[in-house]
């Protein structure tokens, strides 16, 4: 049996050009790492916050399509709760936090080190396979 997160990562070029890593992943939950390079940062010399939301969204991803059937992205909030900057390593831990019918909710602590950055909680639907 194919592993739907490894499948789903050799396709994932936006996440690979990004220097996005997945560490660890399961049913249910991922871990992923980001490098904040000189190219993220924006005029107030922060990481813009859309490369915050993008290493999130990729661990939301990839604990989303754990179970197998092709999910993805219902919607997203993101809360930005400390500034980011270039050279900080970003660390995405998201966790299953329900799963009805063809829906789910994921939430995404984004950390530096020990620091909380944000806070993203997704909403995935179920597309393909059937329903998990």
Known sequence: MTDPV???LAADRASRDLGIEVVDAGPGRAKARMAVTGAMVNGHGLAHGAFVFAVADTA?????NSHGPITVA??????????V???DELVAEAV???RYG?????????RRGTDVV????????TVGG???
């Open 60 to 64: 939301f991803a990839c604990a989303c």
């Open 85 to 87: 900057r270039e050279g």
């Open 74 to 83: 219902a919607g997203a909030d993101i809360t930005f709760v400390a500034p």
């Open 96 to 98: 299953e936090r329900t």
């Open 118 to 125: 944000a806070e993203f909680r997704g909403r995935s639907r």
């Open 6 to 8: 490894a499948a789903m």
């Open 130 to 132: 059937g329903t998990p």
């Open 102 to 110: 063809r829906n789910g909710i994921y939430d995404v602590t984004v």
